[in-house]
């Protein structure tokens, strides 16, 4: 797909309140605790299905497409995206995060656009074949995260995706959902102690993208392999827009 021209839309810049995870007024990175232990944390934490979850969208993807890791971290991900022909950019505000992707990308020998950026503020200037926010949703409290939801499908080419990598909603019984409660509470909660994240409950992006025009397609993710499936991919493939006839 060729990348568009991004004309003007509705302001979805402004978010209703300083939005939590933001950096401090002095300028602090929230994430240099957080960006040397990351990786580790979330492959022991989800037993490999945030990896997974995160692949699977790559697969979705064709080489030489465009595509943008919002709040990409620590870049698994987009590297792995790069290594496979796709024109990666990667935007982060977090100076420690982009360092460990930067140097992940180097080690791989691939070349990604680095914006180091808040996405509050970013207006990009052509559109993307692809769009990933991975654990980045969960950063915000609800009013936020929709508010980026919808800036971030702004950025989309006709017919392009939104991918979303995260906490499954809950599933199963009493027990089972308690369980998948505590599970995405307490790195939640610790995130928080080091990154101010918002403290919210699983989001569910089921509902909203039924309601979107094109196709959801959504996928689970069983930690090691055999456990539960308390992780999901969505994936909300944007409709085309008819080309006009000539008159
Ligand atoms: C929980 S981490 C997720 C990292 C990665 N996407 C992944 O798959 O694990 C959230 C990331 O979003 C970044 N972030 C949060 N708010 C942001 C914003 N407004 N603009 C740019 N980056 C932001 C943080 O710096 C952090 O690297």
Known sequence: MARAPLPEGPDSRVPSRVPSGAPDQAGTDLYRVAAPIYDLCTALWSGGAIWRSRRCQIEAMQPGESVLYAGGGTGRAAVEAARRGMRVTLADRSPAMLAKAQARALRAGVEIEWLQTDLWDYQPEVRFDHVCANHFFNVYGEADMQRMRARLMGWLVPGGSLHIADFRPLVGGRLARMAQRVHHAIPLAGC????????????????????????????????????????????????????AQPT
């Open 192 to 243: 928080s102690a080091f990154t101010r994240n918002a403290l919210h409950p699983i989001y569910d992006h089921d509902r909203w993208g039924e309601q979107q025009p094109g196709r959801l397609q959504v996928q689970d993710h069983r930690m090691w392999w055999i456990g539960p499936g308390w992780y999901r991919t969505w994936r909300l493939e944007t409709e085309s827009r008819t080309p």
